[in-house]
């Protein structure tokens, strides 16, 4: 039998040029391309270093009067010397750069923080709605979403600064939403707080407590189901478990705190309890019943005068926990009062012993401290004041002001509104396309089961979407924290405007750069790691 010859079909044909070489030739342009990549690289770094010569020695500065490239941001331990309008953090001019530049980026994480939230809220709800099938509801939807996609946001940002907000009507005739203590007015928005009290360490315990047995009831039942096939309300009996052990919690907490707070009043307002104070002041209004205050002043048998000459004086600190739940007290059993914000103990306490007001309210233990200081400590009575773990503070117009509550400020609402409407449309349309990539035999298998249209929405549709919305959704995530520096449009101190400010008053250009770069950077990074992990852990899972 003949041997097969080892010879290839093709060694009798002509050789291919290496210029027509498909192999050669993608070889050649990678090496083509990595000497294009190293003379850009090395033009980047020749034109740095000359223009780090032009800068000078003095972006380099060290303490000790030399340069080098170690002391490129020694500059931030100088004084600032600017002020900050809006800070998250304690900020005064003599602080350093250091510090400004961290209030400029938590004023950021401020405007991120609550864009996102809002954003995604609105969004979301817009989406739906842009689905919906009723016409005005739908249209409406369609309508916001071109007009925001459509028109560039610092517009949008101008308009909403100058043609609205600055617009407002004065501090005293402030627009109030539907009655409720919501007020618009040239310096902003204020709107009601929470505000912590001592006690409220203790209701937390009781919340973790009462989500942890939620939890618990919630497994039990769950394999008690498995056992015996027979369905258990779940989610009643969790959350019904939880508002048990949070409103024992909540007396509890009241309970104990009910010496952290306190008033320091002389002997002659014959206060000797915090329930006197109501039983005086009927006997300086001669009622019974402070209740009735209003219709009395309807009537004319009281006047304005007379309350106003009636009203405990009372003396705290500005923005403490101690002065908003003793107020809230007094409001609530109609006690009328005047407040006395000061900056801080020692100016509260001068201003009581010059008597100046009648009631000092504060913590027992400042009070304690405080009543040894005046010149006669026996004739001061000190009192405990009722607690609760939470207190909602409700601004109100004290002077040329609001006191209380929230503030926004006319260039935060600005900025905050501006990205939340903005960046709210284009999550809406991520959220029409996430819905509208569900199967439609999904919602029709729902529907077959008797299940309504919110929770078909609830329990079958979006859960599906997520896997199609988290991915654009992340892009607008970002954009939002990005547009951000835009604030400095509308005067909001964010990062990008203090750096600005710091950039001009140092001189210190490319360490500024970095900073900022850097910081953007890190807010990114840390934003696309929390929901590529979320989209991790709803994704599919393929066998």
Same mark, same amino acid.
């Given at each position: 039998?003949?041997?097969?010859?080892?010879?290839?079909?093709?060694?009798?044909?002509?050789?291919?040029?290496?210029?027509?070489?498909?192999?050669?030739?993608?070889?050649?342009?990678?090496?083509?391309?990595?000497?294009?990549?190293?003379? &850009?690289?090395?033009?980047?770094?020749?034109?740095?270093?000359?223009?780090?010569?032009?800068?000078?020695?003095?972006?380099?500065?060290?303490?000790?009067?030399?340069?080098?490239?170690?002391?490129?941001?020694?500059?931030l331990r100088l004084d600032a010397s600017f002020d900050i309008s809006e800070s998250v953090i304690k900020y005064d001019p003599s602080n350093a750069y250091s510090r400004a530049l961290l209030v400029g980026a938590l004023n950021t994480v401020k405007v991120g923080f609550f864009g996102i939230l809002f954003a995604t809220i609105l969004g979301t709800f817009t989406g739906i709605a842009r689905l919906s099938q009723n016409w005005l509801v739908r249209?409406? &939807?369609?309508?916001?979403?071109?007009?925001?996609?459509?028109?560039?946001?610092?517009?949008?940002?101008?308009?909403?600064?100058?043609?609205?907000?600055?617009?407002?009507?004065?501090?005293?005739?402030?627009?109030?939403?539907?009655?409720?203590?919501?007020?618009?007015?040239?310096?902003?928005?204020?709107?009601?707080?929470?505000?912590?009290?001592?006690?409220?360490?203790?209701?937390?315990?009781?919340?973790?407590?009462?989500?942890?047995?939620?939890?618990?009831?919630?497994?039990?039942?769950?394999?008690?189901?498995?056992?015996?096939?027979?369905?258990?309300?779940?989610?009643?009996?969790?959350?019904?478990?939880?508002?048990?052990?949070?409103?024992?919690?909540?007396?509890?907490?009241?309970?104990?705190?009910?010496?952290?707070?306190?008033?320091?009043?002389?002997?002659?307002?014959?206060?000797?309890?915090?329930?006197?104070?109501?039983?005086?002041?009927?006997?300086?209004?001669?009622?019974?019943?402070?209740?009735?205050?209003?219709?009395?002043?309807?009537?004319?048998?009281?006047?304005?005068?007379?309350?106003?000459?009636?009203?405990?004086?009372?003396?705290?600190?500005?923005?403490?926990?101690?002065?908003?739940?003793?107020?809230?007290?007094?409001?609530?059993?109609?006690?009328?009062?005047?407040?006395?914000?000061?900056?801080?103990?020692?100016?509260?306490?001068?201003?009581?012993?010059?008597?100046?007001?009648?009631?000092?309210?504060?913590?027992?233990?400042?009070?304690?401290?405080?009543?040894?200081?005046?010149?006669?400590?026996?004739?001061?009575?000190?009192?405990?004041?009722?607690?609760?773990?939470?207190?909602?503070?409700?601004?109100?117009?004290?002077?040329?002001?609001?006191?209380?509550?929230?503030?926004?400020?006319?260039?935060?609402?600005?900025?905050?509104?501006?990205?939340?409407?903005?960046?709210?449309?284009?999550?809406?349309?991520?959220?029409?396309?996430?819905?509208?990539?569900?199967?439609?035999?999904?919602?029709?298998?729902?529907? &077959?089961?008797?299940?309504?249209?919110?929770?078909?929405?609830?329990?079958?549709?979006?859960?599906?979407?997520?896997?199609?919305?988290?991915?654009?959704?992340?892009?607008?995530?970002?954009?939002?924290?990005?547009?951000?520096?835009?604030?400095?449009?509308?005067?909001?101190?964010?990062?990008?405007?203090?750096?600005?400010?710091?950039?001009?008053?140092?001189?210190?250009?490319?360490?500024?750069?970095?900073?900022?770069?850097?910081?953007?950077?890190?807010?990114?990074?840390?934003?696309?790691?929390?929901?590529?992990?979320?989209?991790?852990?709803? &994704?599919?899972?393929?066998?």
């Amino acid at each position: 039998m003949a041997e097969l010859s080892p010879k290839s079909p093709y060694s009798g044909q002509e050789a291919i040029p290496f210029w027509r070489d498909g192999r050669v030739l993608g070889v050649l342009a990678q090496v083509i391309f990595v000497i294009f990549v190293l003379i &850009a690289v090395g033009w980047l770094v020749n034109n740095v270093a000359q223009n780090l010569t032009t800068l000078g020695e003095s972006q380099f500065l060290c303490r000790d009067g030399s340069s080098s490239f170690r002391c490129a941001f020694d500059f931030l331990r100088l004084d600032a010397s600017f002020d900050i309008s809006e800070s998250v953090i304690k900020y005064d001019p003599s602080n350093a750069y250091s510090r400004a530049l961290l209030v400029g980026a938590l004023n950021t994480v401020k405007v991120g923080f609550f864009g996102i939230l809002f954003a995604t809220i609105l969004g979301t709800f817009t989406g739906i709605a842009r689905l919906s099938q009723n016409w005005l509801v739908r249209n409406v &939807a369609g309508v916001y979403i071109d007009i925001m996609r459509n028109t560039p946001l610092l517009l949008q940002l101008f308009f909403l600064f100058f043609g609205v907000i600055l617009v407002f009507p004065a501090i005293k005739e402030a627009i109030q939403l539907f009655g409720l203590p919501i007020y618009l007015s040239q310096r902003g928005i204020d709107l009601p707080g929470l505000t912590f009290m001592p006690s409220f360490g203790i209701w937390l315990a009781f919340i973790v407590l009462g989500l942890i047995q939620a939890q618990a009831i919630n497994i039990y039942l769950s394999r008690l189901e498995e056992k015996t096939g027979k369905e258990r309300n779940r989610l009643a009996w969790s959350i019904g478990s939880f508002v048990i052990v949070a409103f024992i919690g909540w007396f509890a907490a009241s309970a104990a705190g009910g010496d952290n707070q306190a008033i320091l009043a002389t002997n002659t307002t014959r206060i000797r309890e915090f329930g006197d104070i109501a039983e005086q002041m009927g006997n300086r209004l001669g009622i019974d019943s402070l209740g009735d205050i209003n219709s009395m002043l309807a009537a004319g048998t009281l006047t304005q005068e007379d309350i106003d000459g009636a009203a405990y004086t009372v003396c705290g600190i500005r923005d403490d926990a101690s002065l908003v739940n003793l107020t809230a007290q007094l409001k609530s059993q109609h006690i009328p009062y005047t407040v006395d914000r000061l900056g801080r103990v020692d100016q509260a306490t001068e201003a009581y012993g010059a008597g100046e007001c009648e009631i000092y309210v504060a913590s027992k233990s400042t009070l304690a401290a405080e009543r040894n200081l005046l010149e006669n400590p026996s004739s001061h009575r000190l009192i405990s004041v009722p607690e609760t773990p939470l207190r909602i503070d409700q601004p109100q117009i004290e002077g040329l002001n609001f006191v209380g509550g929230i503030k926004l400020t006319p260039n935060f609402a600005a900025i905050l509104i501006g990205l939340v409407l903005y960046t709210g449309a284009f999550i809406a349309e991520i959220v029409r396309a996430g819905i509208q990539s569900v199967p439609k035999g999904q919602s029709e298998a729902a529907r &077959a089961l008797g299940l309504s249209e919110s929770q078909r929405l609830r329990l079958v549709v979006l859960p599906q979407a997520l896997r199609v919305i988290i991915p654009p959704l992340t892009s607008q995530y970002l954009n939002l924290v990005k547009n951000s520096s835009l604030a400095i449009a509308v005067g909001f101190p964010d990062l990008w405007s203090t750096s600005y400010t710091t950039l001009n008053q140092s001189g210190r250009v490319i360490q500024v750069f970095v900073f900022v770069m850097g910081t953007y950077l890190s807010f990114s990074l840390f934003i696309s790691f929390l929901l590529n992990w979320y989209n991790r852990r709803i &994704a599919l899972v393929e066998r």
